[in-house]
């Protein structure tokens, strides 16, 4: 007789045990739909069936959320060990980042297209349990995955990339969110805390991300880039810029709500003078994420769940120059928002069709990156 395999799953148990590995990257996925539907509802361009079509996106983010939370609340229950050593694994720590994120984008949803379909006191209250939520699991983040990497994770030389940002972030997102609440909180005190808690936020992940996007820019510098489906996690640094631009915006538009008249003007002529230079740093980081993802995909990328890195940023990149568009009624900034909308939706198509496609053949659902570092290489033509 022989041994029983060890691999050998009887066919049944494997199509329950198929979500065995499901790690928090899946978030991206939310991040990356919900920003589609925020976006086509502030665009400064109007086509017909816009709206419609955001409420529709919107829609199917909120239900996608609500399936991710219960498959990895699920995945916490039955595969306690698995889900802690996605904290320890050096590369998908940061990304616990995305499930505060996926909550504040569906919440930034709720107000800004939800409303039209459950009602604008049931949206507002929605965007609140959600930005609650987000906000606090976002500060989490922003120190418990620093703090791993600081005490625990080995990191080497080369190790920076896009997905350090992840847990920092989610204060920004978090800082964007809470200024579109500034006008449905009552006035007074609380109110006033809001507004200056969101600047707080913004103040904190933006210094942070600052810090992250050197040591990636001095990494892309001194050793190149991994050539693997890593390489998509570099739009990642459009995620702070555009979130940026656009939470000063809102907080700017929002602030004559809270403030003295002499403090909401400068607060307003903040988000133009923030939020032009930032805009220059974000084209030119266009220019050069794209150079190195074509470079990547002519020598054989892989399709990997990184690849929703190139949805949620360039998101974050269109409603920040909505913002910009709004705020110096220039129509350079519309065309520019409008053109930027294109590529997040051809892209956003893109990855979600491969997406369902790797998630039909199981490809997805496999073990996590290997905690082993990934070295980077110039890959240098000959």
Known sequence: MTAANPNDVPPSHARVEVLGNIGPNWFASVMGTGIVASAAATLPVHLAGQRAFAQLVWVLAT???????????????????????HARNPQMAHFYGAAPMALLTVGTGAVLVGRDLIGERAAVDLCWVLWAGGTLGGLFTAVSIPFLMFTQHDVEPDAAFGGWLMPVVPPMVAAATGALLVPHTAAGAGRETLLYACYAMFGLSLLASLNIIAMIW????????SGSARVPTLWIVLGPLGQSITAVGILGSN??????????????????????????????????????????????????????????????????TTQLAAH??????????????????????????RTAGGSLRGNLWKLPPSAEPIKASK????
Do not use: D, K
């Open 63 to 85: 239900a996608l959320l609500a399936v991710l939370i219960v498959l990895v609340g699920g995945h916490w229950v039955r595969h306690p060990t698995v889900a802690r050593r």
């Open 218 to 225: 001095s990494r892309l510098v001194l050793y190149g880039t």
């Open 255 to 320: 602030a004559g709500l809270v403030v003295n008249h002499e403090t909401a003007e400068v607060m307003n002529a903040f988000a133009v003078v923030y939020g032009v230079p930032v805009w220059g740093f974000a084209v030119l980081w266009i220019a050069l994420a794209t150079s190195l993802t074509v470079r990547t995909l002519r020598r054989g990328m892989p399709f990997a769940l990184t690849w929703w890195s190139l949805t949620f940023p360039v998101g974050t990149f269109v409603t920040g």
């Open 328 to 353: 110096t009624h220039l129509p350079a900034f519309n065309v520019a928002a409008a053109a930027a909308y294109v590529g997040l939706l051809l892209t956003w198509v893109l990855v979600a069709i």
């Open 379 to 382: 890959q240098r033509v000959s």
